[in-house]
């Protein structure tokens, strides 16, 4: 199918690598020109030269932490008319909730909360002046089924994604859709580290852990991000217009729900 949004812009935040990488690729596929960032410059160059050289669009790298003002101010200079924002960041580090003092709870609730607000704000007029606009915050299956360890995830994605069901009502009559996709576990760097820290807390190899995770998920694996990606790309199609204010969890089938 094609996705009708060859020469757009879109403007991947924390893309260097995992699932923002693939909603970049997936993006890149549909010949869509993208402002892609990270902090590390090194491995957010190499993956716009991969993804310039395979797919032939337009790919500019803007190195920086999307969490402060300068952050987000560079990836909006570079992509001051965005059609397509995928707000994406690190997630906050696992715990328990007695060790986390007001400015750890201030971090994660401004880097998975405030920061992609901010970064709507400061595209969502423009894409309802130009009638056309895609929005998706990669949040988390936590927002669903809650993580004990990831209480700081649980609760700052939960508030965007309150703030963004109403929001995303708001905008569709403009063409302007808002969504989030909630990732379950996914092979990336991330959830390496986590199973790592998991590990270590039951006295298990990393290995050993991820067995017992991929043979308890009804899939019998973790998902790509091939497929995350290629989910974001439908949410961001130009078919896609009549699909606002949605959690859309790819989890593999873990959550045990009916709906
Ligand atoms: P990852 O493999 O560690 O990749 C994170 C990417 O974001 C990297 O490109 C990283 O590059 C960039 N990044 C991190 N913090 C940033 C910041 N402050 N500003 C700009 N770029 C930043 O992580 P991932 O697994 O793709 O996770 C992405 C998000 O999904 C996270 O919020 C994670 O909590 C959430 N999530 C992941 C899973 C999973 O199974 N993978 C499940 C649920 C939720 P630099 O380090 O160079 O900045």
Same mark, same amino acid.
């Given at each position: 199918?094609?996705?009708? %949004?060859?020469? =757009?812009?879109?403007?991947?935040?924390?893309?260097?690598?995992? #699932?923002?990488?693939?909603?970049? !690729?997936?993006?890149? =596929?549909?010949?869509?020109?993208?402002?892609?960032?990270?902090?590390?410059?090194?491995?957010?160059?190499?993956?716009?030269?991969?993804? =310039?050289?395979?797919?032939?669009?337009?790919?500019?790298?803007?190195?920086?932490? %999307?969490?402060?003002?300068?952050?987000?101010?560079?990836?909006?200079?570079?992509?001051?008319?965005?059609?397509?924002?995928?707000?994406? &960041?690190?997630?906050?580090?696992?715990?328990?909730?007695?060790?986390?003092?007001?400015?750890?709870?201030?971090?994660?609730?401004? &880097?998975?909360?405030?920061?992609?607000?901010?970064?709507?704000?400061?595209?969502?007029?423009?894409?309802?002046?130009?009638?056309?606009? =895609?929005?998706?915050?990669?949040?988390?299956?936590?927002?669903? +089924?809650?993580?004990?360890? #990831?209480? #700081?995830?649980?609760?700052?994605?939960?508030?965007?994604?309150?703030?963004?069901?109403?929001?995303?009502?708001?905008?569709?009559?403009?063409?302007?859709? !808002?969504?989030?996709?909630?990732?379950?576990?996914?092979?990336?760097?991330?959830?390496?580290?986590? #199973?790592?820290?998991?590990?270590?807390?039951?006295?298990?190899? &990393? +290995?050993?852990?991820?067995?017992?995770?991929?043979?308890?998920?009804?899939?019998?694996?973790?998902?790509?991000?091939?497929?995350?990606?290629?989910?974001?790309?439908?949410?961001?199609?130009?078919?896609?217009?009549?699909?606002?204010?949605?959690?859309?969890?790819?989890?593999?089938?873990?959550?045990?729900?009916?709906?």
């Amino acid at each position: 199918m094609d996705l009708g %949004i060859r020469g =757009r812009t879109a403007l991947v935040c924390a893309a260097s690598k995992g #699932l923002g990488k693939g909603c970049a !690729v997936a993006l890149a =596929r549909e010949g869509v020109n993208l402002v892609i960032t990270a902090r590390g410059k090194e491995e957010l160059e190499k993956t716009a030269e991969e993804i =310039r050289r395979t797919y032939k669009v337009k790919v500019d790298a803007v190195s920086g932490d %999307i969490t402060t003002p300068q952050g987000r101010e560079a990836a909006l200079k570079a992509a001051p008319a965005a059609d397509i924002l995928v707000n994406n &960041a690190g997630g906050p580090p696992p715990g328990d909730f007695r060790e986390w003092d007001r400015d750890t709870w201030v971090k994660a609730v401004d &880097a998975n909360m405030i920061t992609p607000i901010l970064m709507i704000r400061a595209v969502v007029d423009g894409m309802i002046a130009r009638k056309f606009g =895609r929005i998706v915050n990669i949040t988390s299956g936590a927002v669903k +089924a809650p993580i004990p360890e #990831l209480g #700081l995830s649980n609760g700052a994605r939960t508030g965007l994604t309150g703030f963004i069901a109403g929001l995303s009502r708001t905008t569709v009559r403009h063409n302007v859709t !808002v969504n989030n996709l909630l990732p379950g576990p996914f092979e990336t760097d991330r959830l390496r580290s986590n #199973l790592e820290f998991n590990a270590k807390k039951l006295g298990k190899t &990393a +290995a050993e852990l991820r067995k017992v995770r991929t043979d308890a998920n009804p899939a019998g694996r973790f998902g790509t991000i091939e497929e995350f990606g290629d989910a974001c790309a439908y949410l961001c199609s130009a078919q896609a217009g009549f699909v606002t204010g949605q959690n859309f969890l790819m989890d593999g089938g873990a959550y045990p729900g009916t709906f």
